[in-house]
C-alpha cells in the first residue's frame, strides 16, 4: 500500500490511471444530479480520483460528528485516562430528572455502542424519538436503541475525564495534524435544549475535503503521514461490529447495517471489497465511507445553512428535506465500484 497523504492540498489523480472508466463516472455524474448531492469526493490510494460540487464548502456534519468523537477518544483510552468499563454511578452522571438506578448501572462501553439502556429524553434532536422503549424496560448492555442522549453524554464523559473541550479535542487532535484546509474553530458549538437535558450536543461544521482526512485517517488505521494519530487498535476495535444487523431496532432495522463505536458498518454483501467497510452518517445526507481493502475513500455532502442547522437544533421545526439516505449512501459506493475500469 503507497503511503499517500495530502500536503497543503489534495493530489488529483485521472480517473484512468486510478483505475476508473471516465465514461461510467460521467453516468455516475448524471446519477448524482437527479439527488440532493452538493458535493461528493472518491480517494483512491490518497489520491483524488473524482470531485463533484464544491468541496471546500463548510457545513453541519449532523450525526457524522459522533464517528469523530469515536477517533477522538482513541488516545484517551489508550493513555488510561478513559476507561470503558467506569459506570454512570461512578462518573457521577445524571440529568435534569433524575437517571433511574439501572440506569446508572451503563458503561462508557454500553454507551459508546449506543446500548446504554438510558431512555432518557436527549437535549438535541435526531435520535429514534418514536421508538424509544419505556424507561427501565431494557438492561444496559442488551438493546441497542439509537438515543442522542448516549451521543451527547458520550461528549460530556470525553470532557470530564480528559479535561479537554470536545472542539478543542476536534482542533488538536486532528484539523492540525491532519492539516484541515477549512477548519475554524469558533465555527464549531454545542447545541441543543438545556431544558430538557443538560447534556447538550456537540456539533462540528467542516468541508467535504477536511472529512475525507479523517476518512483517510480511519482507512489507514489511525496513520497519517507516518505518524500514530489515533491508536490501530482503537481504530479496529471501533469499527469493529459490536452490534449485528439483525440486531438492530426502530427506524435502523432491515437496513443491512452494523454498529461499532459509532461508526455504521455495511454488511449488506459478501462481496470482498466491503470487508471491514465502515460508515459515518450524518442526517441530510453527510456520509464518509471507507473501504479499506481498496484504500478507497467516499464523501458524500448534502450541504445546509447555519442557520437552519441552529433552528433544528433549537426545537424549531422547519419540516425535512429530501436526502440521500444510508441505504441510498451504499448503493452509490457500490456504484462507484461498478465504475472501476
Known sequence: MDAIYPGDAWEDVEPRAAGFDPAALEQFTEGLRALTTTSFMVVSRGRVAYRYGDVSEVSYLASTRKSILSLLYGPHVASGRIDLGLTLEQLGIDDVKGLQPAERRATIRDILTSRSGVYYPAGSPGGDDDGTPPRGSHAPGTRFHYNNWDFNVAGAIFEQLTGIAVHDALRDQLAIPLGFEDFDRDRQRMLGYPDRSRFLAYHMFLSGRDMARVGLLALRGGRWNGQQVVPESWVRESTAPHVQPEDMQGRFADRGLGYGYYWWLPMHSQA?????????????????????RLDLLMVHRRAITDERAMRRNAGIDLGDLPSVSSTQ?????QAVLDARA
Request: aromatic fraction near 16%.
Open 272 to 292: 470482498p471489497e466491503w470487508e471491514g467497510a465502515f460508515l459515518a452518517s450524518g442526517h441530510y445526507g453527510q456520509f464518509i465511507l471507507g473501504l479499506p
Open 329 to 333: 449512501m451504499v448503493v452509490l459506493g
